[in-house]
């Protein structure tokens, strides 16, 4: 084999398995080509890299509607866990003390509801592709769909264990300061324990409990688990038409909850309602939060447009 | 049709299929020599992918391992109307330039 072949075959394996399948073999000899004719070129490593990522993450491309979909359930569920820790540090302040100030109040409140919606519309979404998983679960589902409950299950129970030990009460039983049922808050602060500004802080780190140490470690893993098997399960499912619009209309109510989540948050910080006692001060991780839940609401957004264009073909 | 799903490479490969059935190194080919642009090859088969997703372009059955690509109905439709458009484009800058700056 020569060394252009080989640089060639390198190059392809910057893209998933079934693009290679489709598009391998020409793709190789146009490579092949262009080699020949320009032997050594960064920006061509770099076009192929940036465009095999993109082949990757779905988003470049061909419109596969199922794949531009998944791609809607991965960046929206990160969004949630994201905006679930930084809502949780602020169901805990609540617990403790209310806001003073009104802005603050208004956006924990609108965070609360939107949070609520986007779960009520991720429980009816989940509805249609779990029937179509119970009518077709072969074994191209089954592996997919087995990582998303492990994922899921550990998540929920890891959640459920930590719970117990949540701040929001300090051990006192307070239910006149309850935004919320108090375990709903516990087990979203649980679940989320890894989105913390700690990790910044290896000596404060080392004052935790030896396996709150460890769920905070083990928990993103899992959370990673249950969106990678949930979205490749719905990639493979080959939803029917009439599912998939349905499942973009929730997408756009989800983007649409998600955007005015993004406002509240964005209200919460400018309005620097901090008290009483600095329970609700927004620190620079909030500010990361709001920057990356910005770009998955911008990735989510831009799928479900292209999914919705080719669907409407 | 989406406005942007004609962007970029798009047009400049619907462009050259017009002609007729090329494969990937012919049209990239094409391109430099009519537009003066060199497709890099992940930008060239994204779009190829993606306008093939639309019903755009089809690939043509091939014998050996570079498989040609024609332009289909659709893609003849979508871009005759966005190259029109362009053209209104074209023609109101023409003409203001003129008209201002006395240069065409």
Redesign the interface.
């Known amino acids: 084999m020569s060394r252009a072949e080989k640089r060639a075959i390198w190059l392809l394996r910057?893209y998933p398995r079934a693009?290679r399948e489709r598009?391998g073999?020409?793709?190789?000899?146009?490579?092949l080509?262009?080699i020949a004719e320009r032997p050594r070129s960064w920006?061509?490593a770099f076009?192929?890299?940036?465009?095999?990522a993109?082949?990757r993450l779905g988003l470049?491309?061909?419109?596969?509607v199922g794949a531009r979909l998944a791609v809607v359930v991965s960046a929206g569920s990160a969004f949630v866990v994201l905006g679930t820790a930084v809502w949780a540090q602020l169901a805990i302040g609540w617990q403790w003390s209310r806001p003073s100030a009104p802005a603050t109040s208004a956006a924990i409140v609108a965070m609360s509801c939107l949070l609520a919606v986007l779960a009520a519309l991720a429980a009816v979404g989940a509805v249609p592709v779990l029937w179509a998983i119970a009518r077709r679960l072969d074994r191209h589902i089954a592996g997919p769909f087995a990582l998303f409950l492990l994922g899921a299950v550990i998540s929920v129970l890891g959640a459920w264990h930590f719970a117990g030990v949540w701040p929001g009460t300090g051990g006192h039983p307070w239910p006149h300061q309850q935004l919320l049922p108090g375990h709903v808050a516990a087990l979203a602060w649980a679940g989320t324990l890894s989105v913390t500004s700690y990790w910044a802080h290896p000596g404060a780190l080392l004052g935790f409990p030896p396996d709150e140490l460890l769920w905070m470690a083990a928990s993103p893993i899992a959370l990673v688990a249950a969106v990678a098997g949930g979205a490749r399960t719905i990639r493979r499912l080959d939803l029917s038409p009439r599912v998939l619009r349905f499942e973009l209309v929730l997408a756009r109510l989800a983007c649409g909850a998600m955007t005015l989540f993004v406002a509240a948050v964005c209200c919460w910080i400018a309005s620097g309602g901090t008290g009483p006692r600095n329970l609700f001060n927004a620190g620079s991780i909030d500010g990361v939060a709001v920057a990356a839940m910005t770009g998955a609401l911008l990735i989510a957004r831009r799928a479900r447009a292209d999914a919705r264009?080719?669907l409407t073909? | 049709m989406a406005k942007r799903e004609l962007a970029g490479p798009a047009t400049l490969i619907l462009s050259s299929l017009a002609e007729g059935a090329k494969h990937g190194w012919a049209l990239t080919k094409d391109v430099e020599d009519f537009a003066g642009v060199r497709l890099a090859p992940g930008t060239l088969y994204e779009a190829l992918n993606r306008l093939e997703g639309l019903g755009l372009i089809e690939a043509l059955p091939s014998d050996d391992r570079r498989r040609p690509y024609r332009l289909t109905a659709a893609g003849a439709s979508a871009l005759g109307e966005h190259l029109a458009r362009e053209r209104r484009v074209v023609d109101v800058g023409l003409s203001r330039l003129s008209e201002k700056w006395g240069a065409a």
């Open positions: 910057c693009w598009y073999a020409e793709f190789t000899e146009l490579l080509a262009d920006s061509r076009d192929v890299a940036r465009s095999g993109a082949a470049g491309g061909g419109i596969h264009a080719a073909q």
